[in-house]
């Protein structure tokens, strides 16, 4: 999920291309650091760039994973 860039993380997440806006919103709740990369097209990928100095903003994200995985 995560790969040290530069001065930052990527995080690529995937979602159904009718949810794409959602989630692009949510990102900016949850990690309000983050910038778009890249994505938002028919695959329903999207890259996120988080600076590095904000790397505490993931754990949301983290635990989120975790707990979908857990069901």
């Known amino acids: 999920m995560k790969n040290l860039i530069g001065k930052g993380y990527r995080i690529s997440l995937v979602c159904d291309k009718n949810d794409i806006n959602k989630v692009k919103k949510y990102m900016k709740i949850v990690v309000p650091s983050s910038e778009l990369y ?12 988080v600076p590095l100095a904000k790397v505490k903003e993931l754990g949301p994200i983290f635990r989120i994973m975790d707990n979908n995985n857990k069901k």
């Open 38 to 49: 890249q994505g938002g097209g028919e695959s329903g990928s999207l890259v996120y760039n």
